[in-house]
């Protein structure tokens, strides 16, 4: 099912699963050296990145780009520096590759091992941020697989002079430069190609924005990893202590509202909606909130003289990634977990309750990607679950669900051994 | 991206997306029980099985199908019996839900939990035997997971029949009927439907012939487990123990031909091949199996008396699952390195050598679901693996690699409990 088709994605896509061949049963020696030679070979060319970085964000200024997606697309000495720091960071994480998972002798005396292997070639398709160049690539070469990385044009410049530093350093370790390379041509009919190459890339891994990945999904017949849209709730139960409820719902909507791991909507339970919602009105208020609200939360922002905006159902489906939140009140536990069943995107849910059995109750019925218990949906991250790295968060349920880290980048093999055994 | 078509297809997807949110927090107990109800009433019920079963025996033989596959669709009281009986097996086996994959307490005194779930609904899409419509069920139910079952239009007397049976069983065990469903029509069409159902099918899994399997992994846009293709290799190291290279050579060949694990290729060091090839042909002439050579093993046979096909490129493609064998001669361990990573399906591979660094070197740049060293290519399969259980044998490297059991029919959530944590 390989396709044979030619075209300079495809032609690089099948340089990349070559590469991948050599690279797969390379000790962790040598891949960690590989990783420290980029780590050497991005501070002592600092200089180049920042000048083609400089290129990417003029033209982005050119374009009425707004300040924050500028941000976040330059590039300074001292956040080059950073993402060395990042590189060997990851130099020091345990070796995924060659991990026995499960093992056993079998009644008839062959041997059986389960061992992690490099899943090949992972396909990044990403967004924005040319830190992620780097972070990708070393996740991928740190767990034994070639990658081709497909940024956005608007950090196009930059992401071919870091990707020039990552292959020469990558080659001056000893391995194919062709582990790391960048997916040619600017344009959509690139990623589409990307997305067709069956057979010579293993999975993709979209990061961004819900319409890319919706896009990926639907049109790839290259497996596929979703990652990252999040519909995150929290709810406050009956039993729930107030203050904590409404430190956390503070918390999980406001300190980054732009990450996928935000909160956009609050369930109340009735018996508590009378005491709880003027005082998360106020708190929300004060962190510059705007709240989507139901009758019950209209009614309460009426008399705390504080404007609650009708909620539709669009508010409800929404990720807003911005100062708003949706808030119902539901008459039950049961009701909040029909309304996370409908609209959530199965990220990440949290309860406040001091009742240990609404807790279990909850923590069974939500099938989400992660539940929180009396704590912020914004721990669901890979640098908080303590993985020590993450190349995005599955909301799928094949393969990996939740932050990814470097054992989610690899498959297995089983090697069994005998002795002349046959069946 | 929840469908919100509707057709007979897709309602049947939607029932079991509620049934499955109804069983997924069902404890063990609760699913073991309508195992057993299930396997009591496929005994009660084997006379309304059998008839229905004969409906199907009839047409087929109409239809002028073969005997053996006329076979595999027959039930038979012993069989129906033997089905039941591996219900029962199921019922023993470990229970994957709920198994804690990965623990810690995160420094920041948040507890962290990695619980295996069901993956909600699976899909199964087979071929003729009826018994993988029990067998598929009972794996489904004992994860957890309600089953979308789509067998082949020759033994849909059969599979109403056994739905009947199955939905019956798990209501008066007291879980929603439709854990169990059978998709309706006997259409191309309605396989396609269930292809389209993403968000409401969790996984399909097509088992059977590769013109199947291929179309579903192309045009699903639900996530699909790809299975069973086997073109699997056998390579005679220089340093082999003949005698042994023989016997697993003719088992690997010949003891299952039609089953994917079946060896397709036999590899022989060009250092052996003098002694090994007269004795390879004898040996597999034997066992009736048919050599399609290349020139060495086409001289071999001129000189041996026994005549060898002339291979083509298909052979060294082709998954033959007959008595037949494709044959080459390499100059060393990495040219069959090379040989299997250009024609094999990934399935498994075997070497057989007395040489510890061959075999290591073999074992490690092999990407196959299974390398065997000195043992039969037969062995992949869940229950010679030790499982208890098989739904297929996956032959991607995402989610399962290799044979599948019940693990392999979960994925997982976190579950984090704080007191009051934010971030």
């Known amino acids: 099912m390989t396709t044979t088709a030619s075209s300079p994605v495809i032609d690089t896509a099948r340089r990349a699963k070559a590469a991948a061949a050599v690279l797969a049963p390379q000790p962790r020696t040598a891949r960690d050296g590989a990783l420290l030679a980029i780590a050497d070979a991005l501070e002592a060319r600092t200089a180049e990145i920042v000048a083609a970085n400089a290129e990417d964000v003029e033209a982005a200024r050119a374009a009425g780009i707004s300040d924050s997606v500028v941000d976040r697309l330059t590039l300074t000495a001292e956040r080059?520096?950073?993402?060395?720091?990042?590189?060997?960071?990851?130099?020091?994480?345990?070796?995924?590759?060659?991990?026995?998972?499960?093992?056993?002798?079998?009644?008839?005396?062959?041997?059986?091992?389960?061992?992690?292997?490099?899943?090949?070639?992972?396909?990044?398709?990403?967004?924005?941020?040319?830190?992620?160049?780097?972070?990708?690539?070393?996740?991928?070469?740190?767990?034994?697989?070639?990658?081709?990385?497909?940024?956005?044009?608007?950090?196009?410049?930059?992401?071919?002079?870091?990707?020039?530093?990552?292959?020469?350093?990558?080659?001056?370790?000893?391995?194919?430069?062709?582990?790391?390379?960048?997916?040619?041509?600017e344009s959509r009919e690139s990623v589409k190609e990307l997305m067709r190459a069956r057979g010579l890339v293993d999975v993709l891994i979209p990061r961004g924005g819900a319409s890319l990945i919706r896009t990926v999904v639907e049109e790839s017949t290259v497996p596929v990893i979703e990652t990252g849209v999040g519909n995150c709730h929290v709810y406050v139960d009956e039993h729930a202590d107030l203050e904590m409820a409404a430190r956390i719902l503070v918390n999980a909507k406001a300190s980054r509202p732009s990450v996928c791991n935000a909160t956009e909507t609050v369930l109340v339970h009735a018996a508590v909606a009378d005491a709880f919602l003027p005082r998360a009105l106020s708190a929300l208020a004060e962190a510059g909130v705007t709240v989507h609200g139901d009758e019950a939360w209209q009614r309460a922002g009426e008399q705390a003289g504080r404007p609650v905006v009708p909620a539709t159902d669009d508010d409800w489906a929404a990720e807003y990634l911005s100062y708003d939140i949706a808030a119902a009140v539901v008459p039950s536990l049961d009701a909040a977990v029909e309304h996370i069943r409908r609209w959530s995107s199965g990220h990440t849910e949290a309860i406040v309750t001091r009742d240990q059995s609404a807790a279990r109750r909850f923590t069974s019925l939500v099938d989400s990607t992660a539940v929180m218990v009396n704590a912020s949906t914004r721990f669901t991250d890979g640098g908080a679950f303590g993985f020590g790295a993450e190349i995005g968060i599955s909301t799928q349920k094949l393969h990996a669900r939740g932050p990814m880290g470097l054992p989610e980048l690899t498959s297995t093999k089983y090697v069994v051994t005998g002795d002349g055994h046959i069946r």
Chains 1, 2 share one sequence.
Do not use: F, H, M, W
């Not at 080059?80 to 130099?91: M, N, P």
């Not at 059986?112 to 070469?141: H, K, M």
């Not at 990385?149 to 080659?171: F, H, I, Q, W």
């Open 80 to 185: 080059v520096a950073a993402i060395a720091a990042d590189v060997r960071d990851v130099v020091a994480l345990p070796d995924p590759v060659g991990e026995v998972v499960r093992g056993s002798t079998l009644p008839n005396g062959l041997e059986l091992r389960q061992i992690r292997v490099p899943l090949g070639v992972v396909g990044i398709i990403y967004e924005a941020r040319p830190n992620v160049t780097v972070d990708a690539a070393a996740l991928c070469l740190k767990s034994g697989n070639a990658v081709l990385l497909r940024g956005s044009s608007s950090a196009y410049a930059s992401n071919t002079a870091l990707v020039a530093v990552l292959r020469d350093a990558v080659e001056s370790a000893g391995l194919p430069a062709d582990v790391v390379q960048l997916v040619p041509g």
